[in-house]
Each structure stands twice: as structure tokens, then as C-alpha cells.
């Protein structure tokens, strides 16, 4: 009996018609053939992902600072909880002031723009306690990762099947997936977010496999539509739409297009009954981010730039709106956008720990167009090499005019997927993170890639096979490499212990001598280029750049906010000891805590139990960072609460910390000294008392001993 592949593989096609399933030579493959070459490849997948599991971890819950925390968070990071609170209650309002300048006015309420899904994933949790709030970022972000690495792997089985039929998996094929695998968890932007586990990297860090997620299950539908699949889709497609808004319009795009291919019977005409279905799928998710966007903005589409706090407060964004419309996306933002994420070389390189870094100066704005900010961005195409290049190879695949096997599925799916990151080409802000939103495309074209050059290397001989393996072992390598070390380099948000640890890092690991790049002065210059070292005379300081520009932010600007502390002299920190002998209700009066020149912090009465402190005088009138802190609630009497005061007369700064959380990131002007506004023995005895406690030893060795290395 002639066997149906050899049929299949001997006719010649039609013109018109695409190609079928890529048949095996001369006799179908078994059941048991095809279930080893499955496990094959989920054996491969599984190892590629366990290989890359420490690294992250250690990204996301410890990352320099020396003992690991599965619930490390940085500020922003209580966004989401907030929101899921205020859903409790039925709006989704967040109480005014607890946003700072992320939040967005409307009717005299505060919004966040980011989206809900998060929120309500919390909720089981937030239900139950109070314990975990301002704490569920990492491990938010940590499952979304797992999913990453779920919905790729299923991704990629699919395309294997639609592309390839029932062809069996060999060892070098599966190896391949799994190393591809490793680079998407591992070697890609996802370390970067793990890096700052905060409100802006979770929401690309759910973004990324709720999209990937979505576009499996689409086409599984273009594959041969059922309702679980048609159900599964509107699921997914409602998730993304409720977490990312323009990856959310891609997924609605691309269910659109598909009901539209089956309506007008480019598939059989059996499956023109699925359009409707696919229309609700479509539509449904969209009119529910409308309907939340509403509820927040009151407009059904977009954002109204104008009333968010930052607008507010921030000449250059009220100059970057009135320049491009009131709009924040524009088509002139493109030349800079294409620039920084697609440039061939956009890293740097240099013998100093740890080697590779993202440029060190914030991105190129092209054209004379007006973005509102840039910071230090590496490329697609220099930190994931892998990704891109198969993610290229791919695309040309798909989009051939005959091509093999059912490939031409994949159209509508690349299509919805560049759809999802191309807002982010339009968006006049430049970022690393801003790199997660192409991932879901690669992923997809990627897999795509990989799939065609090992269906044409079926037929060569195992050393062909063993070279290209051994290619894209060492360029998956260099893309874990390269995404660790960039994930690693300094960023605003580190802490001073942080600092120190990577700082000591480089002094151990630098191929080159590290004491030899540090500048000195007497004065802390407003900017340098990232990974810049910076000693003020006598070691007073040892500073480390950041790279970005504060230019546009002269509240920041003023405070040297581009730089991060690496070590200070130990008579810049106070710790003041502050006691309540009765209710903090009664507070009537304002409380002096410390001098500095003609500065002065002090502790006023806020809502009933709660207190704020201000900085007074400071030296300057920029509105922005506030020179007031957050309302601190004080429930319990006699006992001596524990505020940080650091003065650094280097970066004209002052920072205000209760017990580890920031109050007050200021500047502040003139030498001080500073000096604690200690109560002395009064009768009777007051309602607050001050009290200047010991404070942590601060050593400068790293300074000196860099100081002497040069």
C-alpha cells in the first residue's frame, strides 16, 4: 500500500496552494517515536530553565545585597496592593498622596495607570492579611517568570507541529530548544526586571508570557478552532488587556484579523461559524480595559498625560506634552526609538567588572524631537544576538510566498505580536526595561527560526548538525552573559550596602586596575558617565554614576541624583531616637529634630495618630521631590522610634530614612554641621522627646584603598 507522506511529499503543489505538513522519509513515524522525541524536548526545555533559576534568584530576591529575600521590593512596589484594596472597597481610587508623582488626577482623585491584573492576582493573598502588603512584587514577578518559560515551551511545540507535522525531534534539535529556552529566561530583559523588582518591571514581567501565552492559544485556534481554545483565547487576551494596555490592543488586533480570515474563508469554509466567536474574543477584553480606563480617566482610550502629579510639578514634561500635542506617542520619536533598541553595537565594553554594561550615556534623541526621558538603553540586537538573529530568520520564513508545511498560520500571529511592541517605538521615553515588550515577537519568530534550520538540516551530515549546536550554544552563552552583567550594573535604586558589595566586586574581578578610572575633586560633578567612580578630597565621599542625565529634573539635578553613594564620612549619618509619652493625637505643636545651617527637619501633626516630617528652608523652592514625607503612623508610646539622617554636604543632599524607607530625598544648601535638636531634661516632661542615638560604624577603606591604587 503506497503510504499518504510519500504521496504527500512526491505531488507537486498548485500554484495557489501551500505546501503540507514535511513528511519523513518513506514511512511514517510512530507513536513511540513521536513520544521520545516529545520528552526529548521537554527534557531540554526543563534543563535550559534550571540552568538559568540561580542566576535569577539571585537577581530578584538578593542581587549585591547580601542575603537573600524572596520578598525584596523597591520603591515603587506597594502600587498594586494599594489597588487591590481599593477594590475591596468597589472603585479604583488610591488614597491621595500614596503615589507621589506617578499618580494620575481625576475629580479630585488618584489613579495609577498601571493595569489590575496584578492587583487582582494579590487579592487571595491581601484577603486574608495585611502582612504581605508593599511585600508580593518578587514573588509576583517570579511566577510570571515560570510562565515565561511555560507558555514559550508550549509556543514552540505548537509551531513545531504546525510547521512540521509529525516529523520526529532528534537530540541536537531538542538541545536547541533548550538553550534557546535558557537565553529567553536567562539571557534576555527578564534579568533586568528581576533586577529591580518594582511596579515598572512587574508590569512588563506579566506582560511578556501573558502575551506569549495568548498568541499559543490563537493559534491554536487558526490551527482548528474549538471553543476551549476559542475560550482560552478571550481568557488570556482579557488578562494581558487588563495588565498592559498596548499589548493588550496587539492580542485584540490579532483576534480580529483571524475571525476576519475565517469570515471571508481563507481556512475552510466550515470554520466561517468561528468569526463571530473570535469578534467577542476580540472585543470583550478591549471594552473592559475601555471600561477600567474609564472608570480611572474618565476617557475610554489612552491617557491624559496633562493630570498626572508629574506633569504637575515637572517643567520639561509639560514642555515635552506641549511639544508633541498633549500626546506622548508621535511618529517623530521613532528615529530615536529604532536607534536605541536596534543599533548593532549598543553596549559597552571595558576590562572593568563586570565587562559588559549597557552605553554610558542616556540614548540619542534624533531629529530635534522632543522625548520625555532617556536613560543608558543596550540594544536588541547587541545583548540578545540570538533571539534577533533567529527571530530574523523567522520572519523571512514566514512571510516567503511559498512556504512549508501550515507556516503560513504564523503570519497573523507575527503580525499580532508586532502589533503588541510597536507602541513602545512610539512612546517618547527610552529605557532598557522598555526591551520586554519586543520579547513576546521574538519568542514567536524565534521559535519559527529555529524550527526551519533544523528542518534543513535533517538532511546533512551530524556534523553539520553538531556545529550549528555548537553556534547557538556559544551565542545563547553570550546572551546570558552579557544580560547578567547588565543586570548587575548600577541603577538609582540601589542601596549604599549594594554599592559597596558590587564596588568590591570590581576591585576583585577587573581585568583592569579599577583605581586608575577614578576621578577626584573637591566637588561632586552633575554628571558622568555610567559606572563613573568619584573621591571628593580627603575621602569625605566615594561616589558611583549612574549615567543618567537629571537635566530635566533640577530637583533632582541639584541633589546629584545621578549618583549613587558608595561610601560617606561617618559624621554625615544621625540616628535620632524620637519617644511619644502620650497619644501621637495630641500633637499640637511643631517638634524640632535637626539643624543644618539655616535648614531645619522638624515633625508636625498630620491626621489623627499620625505625624509627617519637613524639611524647612532647604535652600531652594523647586516644588520636586517634595521637602515633606509620607504620613508615619505612631501606635505605640514609650517607645523610641528610630529615624536615619544622612547629610552630605558633597552631594548638597539630604536623605531621611524611617527604618529603611525613605521619607525625604532633598536638597539641601550650605555645611551645616548638622546637629540633633536633643530634649534636654524639661519639666513636665514634653509629649515628644529627641534623642541622638550611636550611630553604625561608616568606614572609608574602599576610598583610600583606591586612593592608593592610583
Same mark, same amino acid.
Given at each position: ?224 478552532? /474549538?471553543?476551549? @481554545? *476559542? #475560550?482560552?483565547?478571550?481568557? !488570556? ?8 494596555? +498596548? &499589548? ?112 554610558? /550615556?542616556?540614548? @540619542? *534623541? #534624533?531629529?530635534?524631537?522632543? !522625548? ?8 536588541? +540586537? &547587541? ?116 554599592? *559597596? ?210
Amino acid at each position: 500500500m503506497v503510504d499518504v507522506a510519500t504521496v504527500v511529499a512526491t505531488r507537486e503543489p498548485d500554484s495557489s496552494e501551500e505546501v503540507g505538513p514535511e513528511p519523513t522519509l518513506g514511512v511514517s513515524p510512530s507513536e513511540t517515536e513521536i513520544s521520545a522525541g516529545r520528552r526529548r524536548f521537554i527534557t531540554a526545555v526543563v534543563i535550559g530553565a534550571a540552568a538559568v533559576t540561580i542566576p535569577y534568584l539571585w537577581m530578584l530576591w538578593a542581587l549585591w545585597s547580601g542575603s537573600p529575600d524572596p520578598l525584596r521590593g523597591v520603591p515603587y512596589d506597594n502600587f498594586y496592593d494599594l489597588q487591590a484594596r481599593s477594590m475591596f472597597q468597589g472603585h479604583l481610587n488610591i488614597p491621595n498622596g500614596y503615589m507621589g508623582i506617578e499618580a494620575f488626577l481625576h475629580n479630585g482623585r488618584q489613579y495609577t495607570y498601571f493595569g489590575v491584573f496584578p492587583s487582582i492576582l494579590r487579592m487571595p493573598i491581601l484577603v486574608l492579611t495585611h502582612r504581605f502588603d508593599g511585600k508580593l512584587t518578587a514573588p509576583s514577578m517570579l511566577l510570571a517568570w515560570v510562565a515565561t518559560g511555560v507558555f514559550s515551551s508550549l509556543l514552540f511545540w505548537r509551531l513545531r507541529i504546525i510547521i512540521r507535522g509529525r516529523t520526529i525531534m532528534g537530540r541536537a534539535e531538542a538541545a536547541a530548544f533548550g538553550v534557546l529556552t535558557a537565553t529567553i529566561m536567562g539571557g534576555s530583559v527578564l534579568l533586568y526586571l528581576a533586577a529591580t523588582p518594582f511596579i515598572y518591571s512587574e508590569d512588563f514581567a506579566w506582560s511578556v508570557p501573558l502575551t506569549v501565552g495568548a498568541l499559543f492559544a490563537l493559534l491554536g485556534v487558526l490551527e482548528h478552532p /474549538t471553543w476551549g @481554545r *476559542v #475560550v482560552a483565547s478571550g481568557l !488570556l487576551i482579557l488578562a494581558v488587556s487588563l495588565n498592559r494596555t +498596548p &499589548a493588550g490592543y496587539g492580542c485584540t488586533i490579532g483576534a480580529l484579523l483571524i475571525g476576519g480570515w475565517f469570515a471571508f474563508g481563507r481556512e475552510k469554509a466550515t470554520r466561517r461559524r468561528w468569526a463571530l466567536p473570535l469578534l467577542a474574543v476580540a472585543i470583550v477584553p478591549f471594552l473592559a480595559n475601555c471600561a477600567v480606563t474609564y472608570a480611572k480617566f474618565g476617557i475610554p482610550v489612552g491617557l491624559p498625560m496633562a493630570d498626572q502629579v508629574w506633569a504637575h510639578v515637572n517643567a520639561h514634561r509639560r514642555n515635552f506634552l506641549a511639544a508633541n500635542a498633549g500626546k506622548a506617542f508621535s511618529l517623530r520619536f521613532l528615529p530615536s526609538t529604532l536607534l536605541a533598541y536596534f543599533q548593532p553595537f549598543g553596549l559597552h565594553v571595558t576590562s572593568i567588572f563586570p565587562f559588559v554594561t549597557p552605553p554610558t /550615556t542616556p540614548a @540619542r *534623541v #534624533v531629529g530635534g524631537a522632543v !522625548l520625555d526621558q532617556t536613560y543608558p538603553t543596550a540594544s536588541l +540586537p &547587541a545583548t540578545m544576538p540570538l533571539l534577533f538573529l533567529l527571530g530574523c530568520w523567522g520572519t523571512v520564513t514566514a512571510f516567503r510566498p511559498k512556504g512549508f508545511g501550515r507556516i503560513g498560520l504564523t503570519r497573523i500571529i507575527l503580525v499580532t505580536a508586532a502589533a503588541g511592541s510597536a507602541g513602545v517605538l512610539l512612546w517618547g521615553y527610552i529605557s532598557e526595561r522598555y526591551l520586554a515588550d519586543f520579547m513576546p515577537f521574538l519568542i514567536v519568530a524565534g521559535g519559527i527560526g529555529l524550527i526551519d534550520i533544523w528542518r534543513r538540516l535533517d538532511a546533512r551530515p551530524i556534523r553539520a548538525k553538531r556545529i550549528t549546536l555548537g553556534v547557538i550554544c556559544l551565542t545563547g552563552a553570550f546572551c546570558i552573559m552579557a544580560n547578567v552583567a547588565i543586570a548587575i550594573s548600577p541603577v538609582a535604586q540601589w542601596t549604599q550596602a549594594q554599592t *559597596v558589595n558590587y564596588v568590591n566586586a570590581q576591585q576583585r574581578f577587573s581585568l583592569g586596575s579599577l583605581a586608575s578610572t577614578v576621578r577626584h575633586g573637591a566637588t561632586v560633578p552633575y554628571w558622568a558617565p555610567a559606572g563613573q567612580l568619584f573621591a571628593t578630597n580627603s575621602c569625605s565621599g566615594l561616589y558611583l554614576s549612574t549615567g543618567n542625565h537629571m537635566k530635566d529634573v533640577p530637583g533632582q539635578q541639584i541633589q546629584h541624583y545621578t549618583w549613587i553613594p558608595v561610601e560617606r564620612s561617618p559624621d554625615m549619618t544621625h540616628v535620632i531616637g524620637i519617644t511619644f509619652h502620650g497619644p501621637a493625637s495630641r500633637l499640637t505643636a511643631t517638634v524640632p529634630l535637626l539643624t543644618y545651617g539655616a535648614s531645619s527637619l522638624v515633625m508636625e501633626p498630620a491626621e489623627p495618630g499620625y505625624v509627617l516630617v519637613r524639611l524647612v528652608n532647604s535652600g531652594t523652592s523647586i516644588p520636586w521631590p517634595s521637602a515633606t514625607g509620607w504620613h508615619v503612623h505612631i501606635r505605640l508610646l514609650q517607645r523610641k522610634y528610630k529615624m536615619t539622617v544622612i547629610t552630605d554636604p558633597n552631594m548638597n543632599q539630604i536623605l531621611v530614612t524611617w527604618y529603611g524607607a525613605k521619607l525625604i530625598g532633598h536638597y539641601i544648601g550650605g555645611t551645616g554641621p548638622a546637629q540633633v535638636a536633643v530634649t534636654t531634661g524639661a519639666t513636665p516632661q514634653p509629649l515628644v522627646s529627641v534623642a541622638q542615638l550611636p550611630t553604625p560604624a561608616s568606614p572609608v577603606g574602599i576610598c583610600r584603598s583606591l586612593l592608593r591604587g592610583s
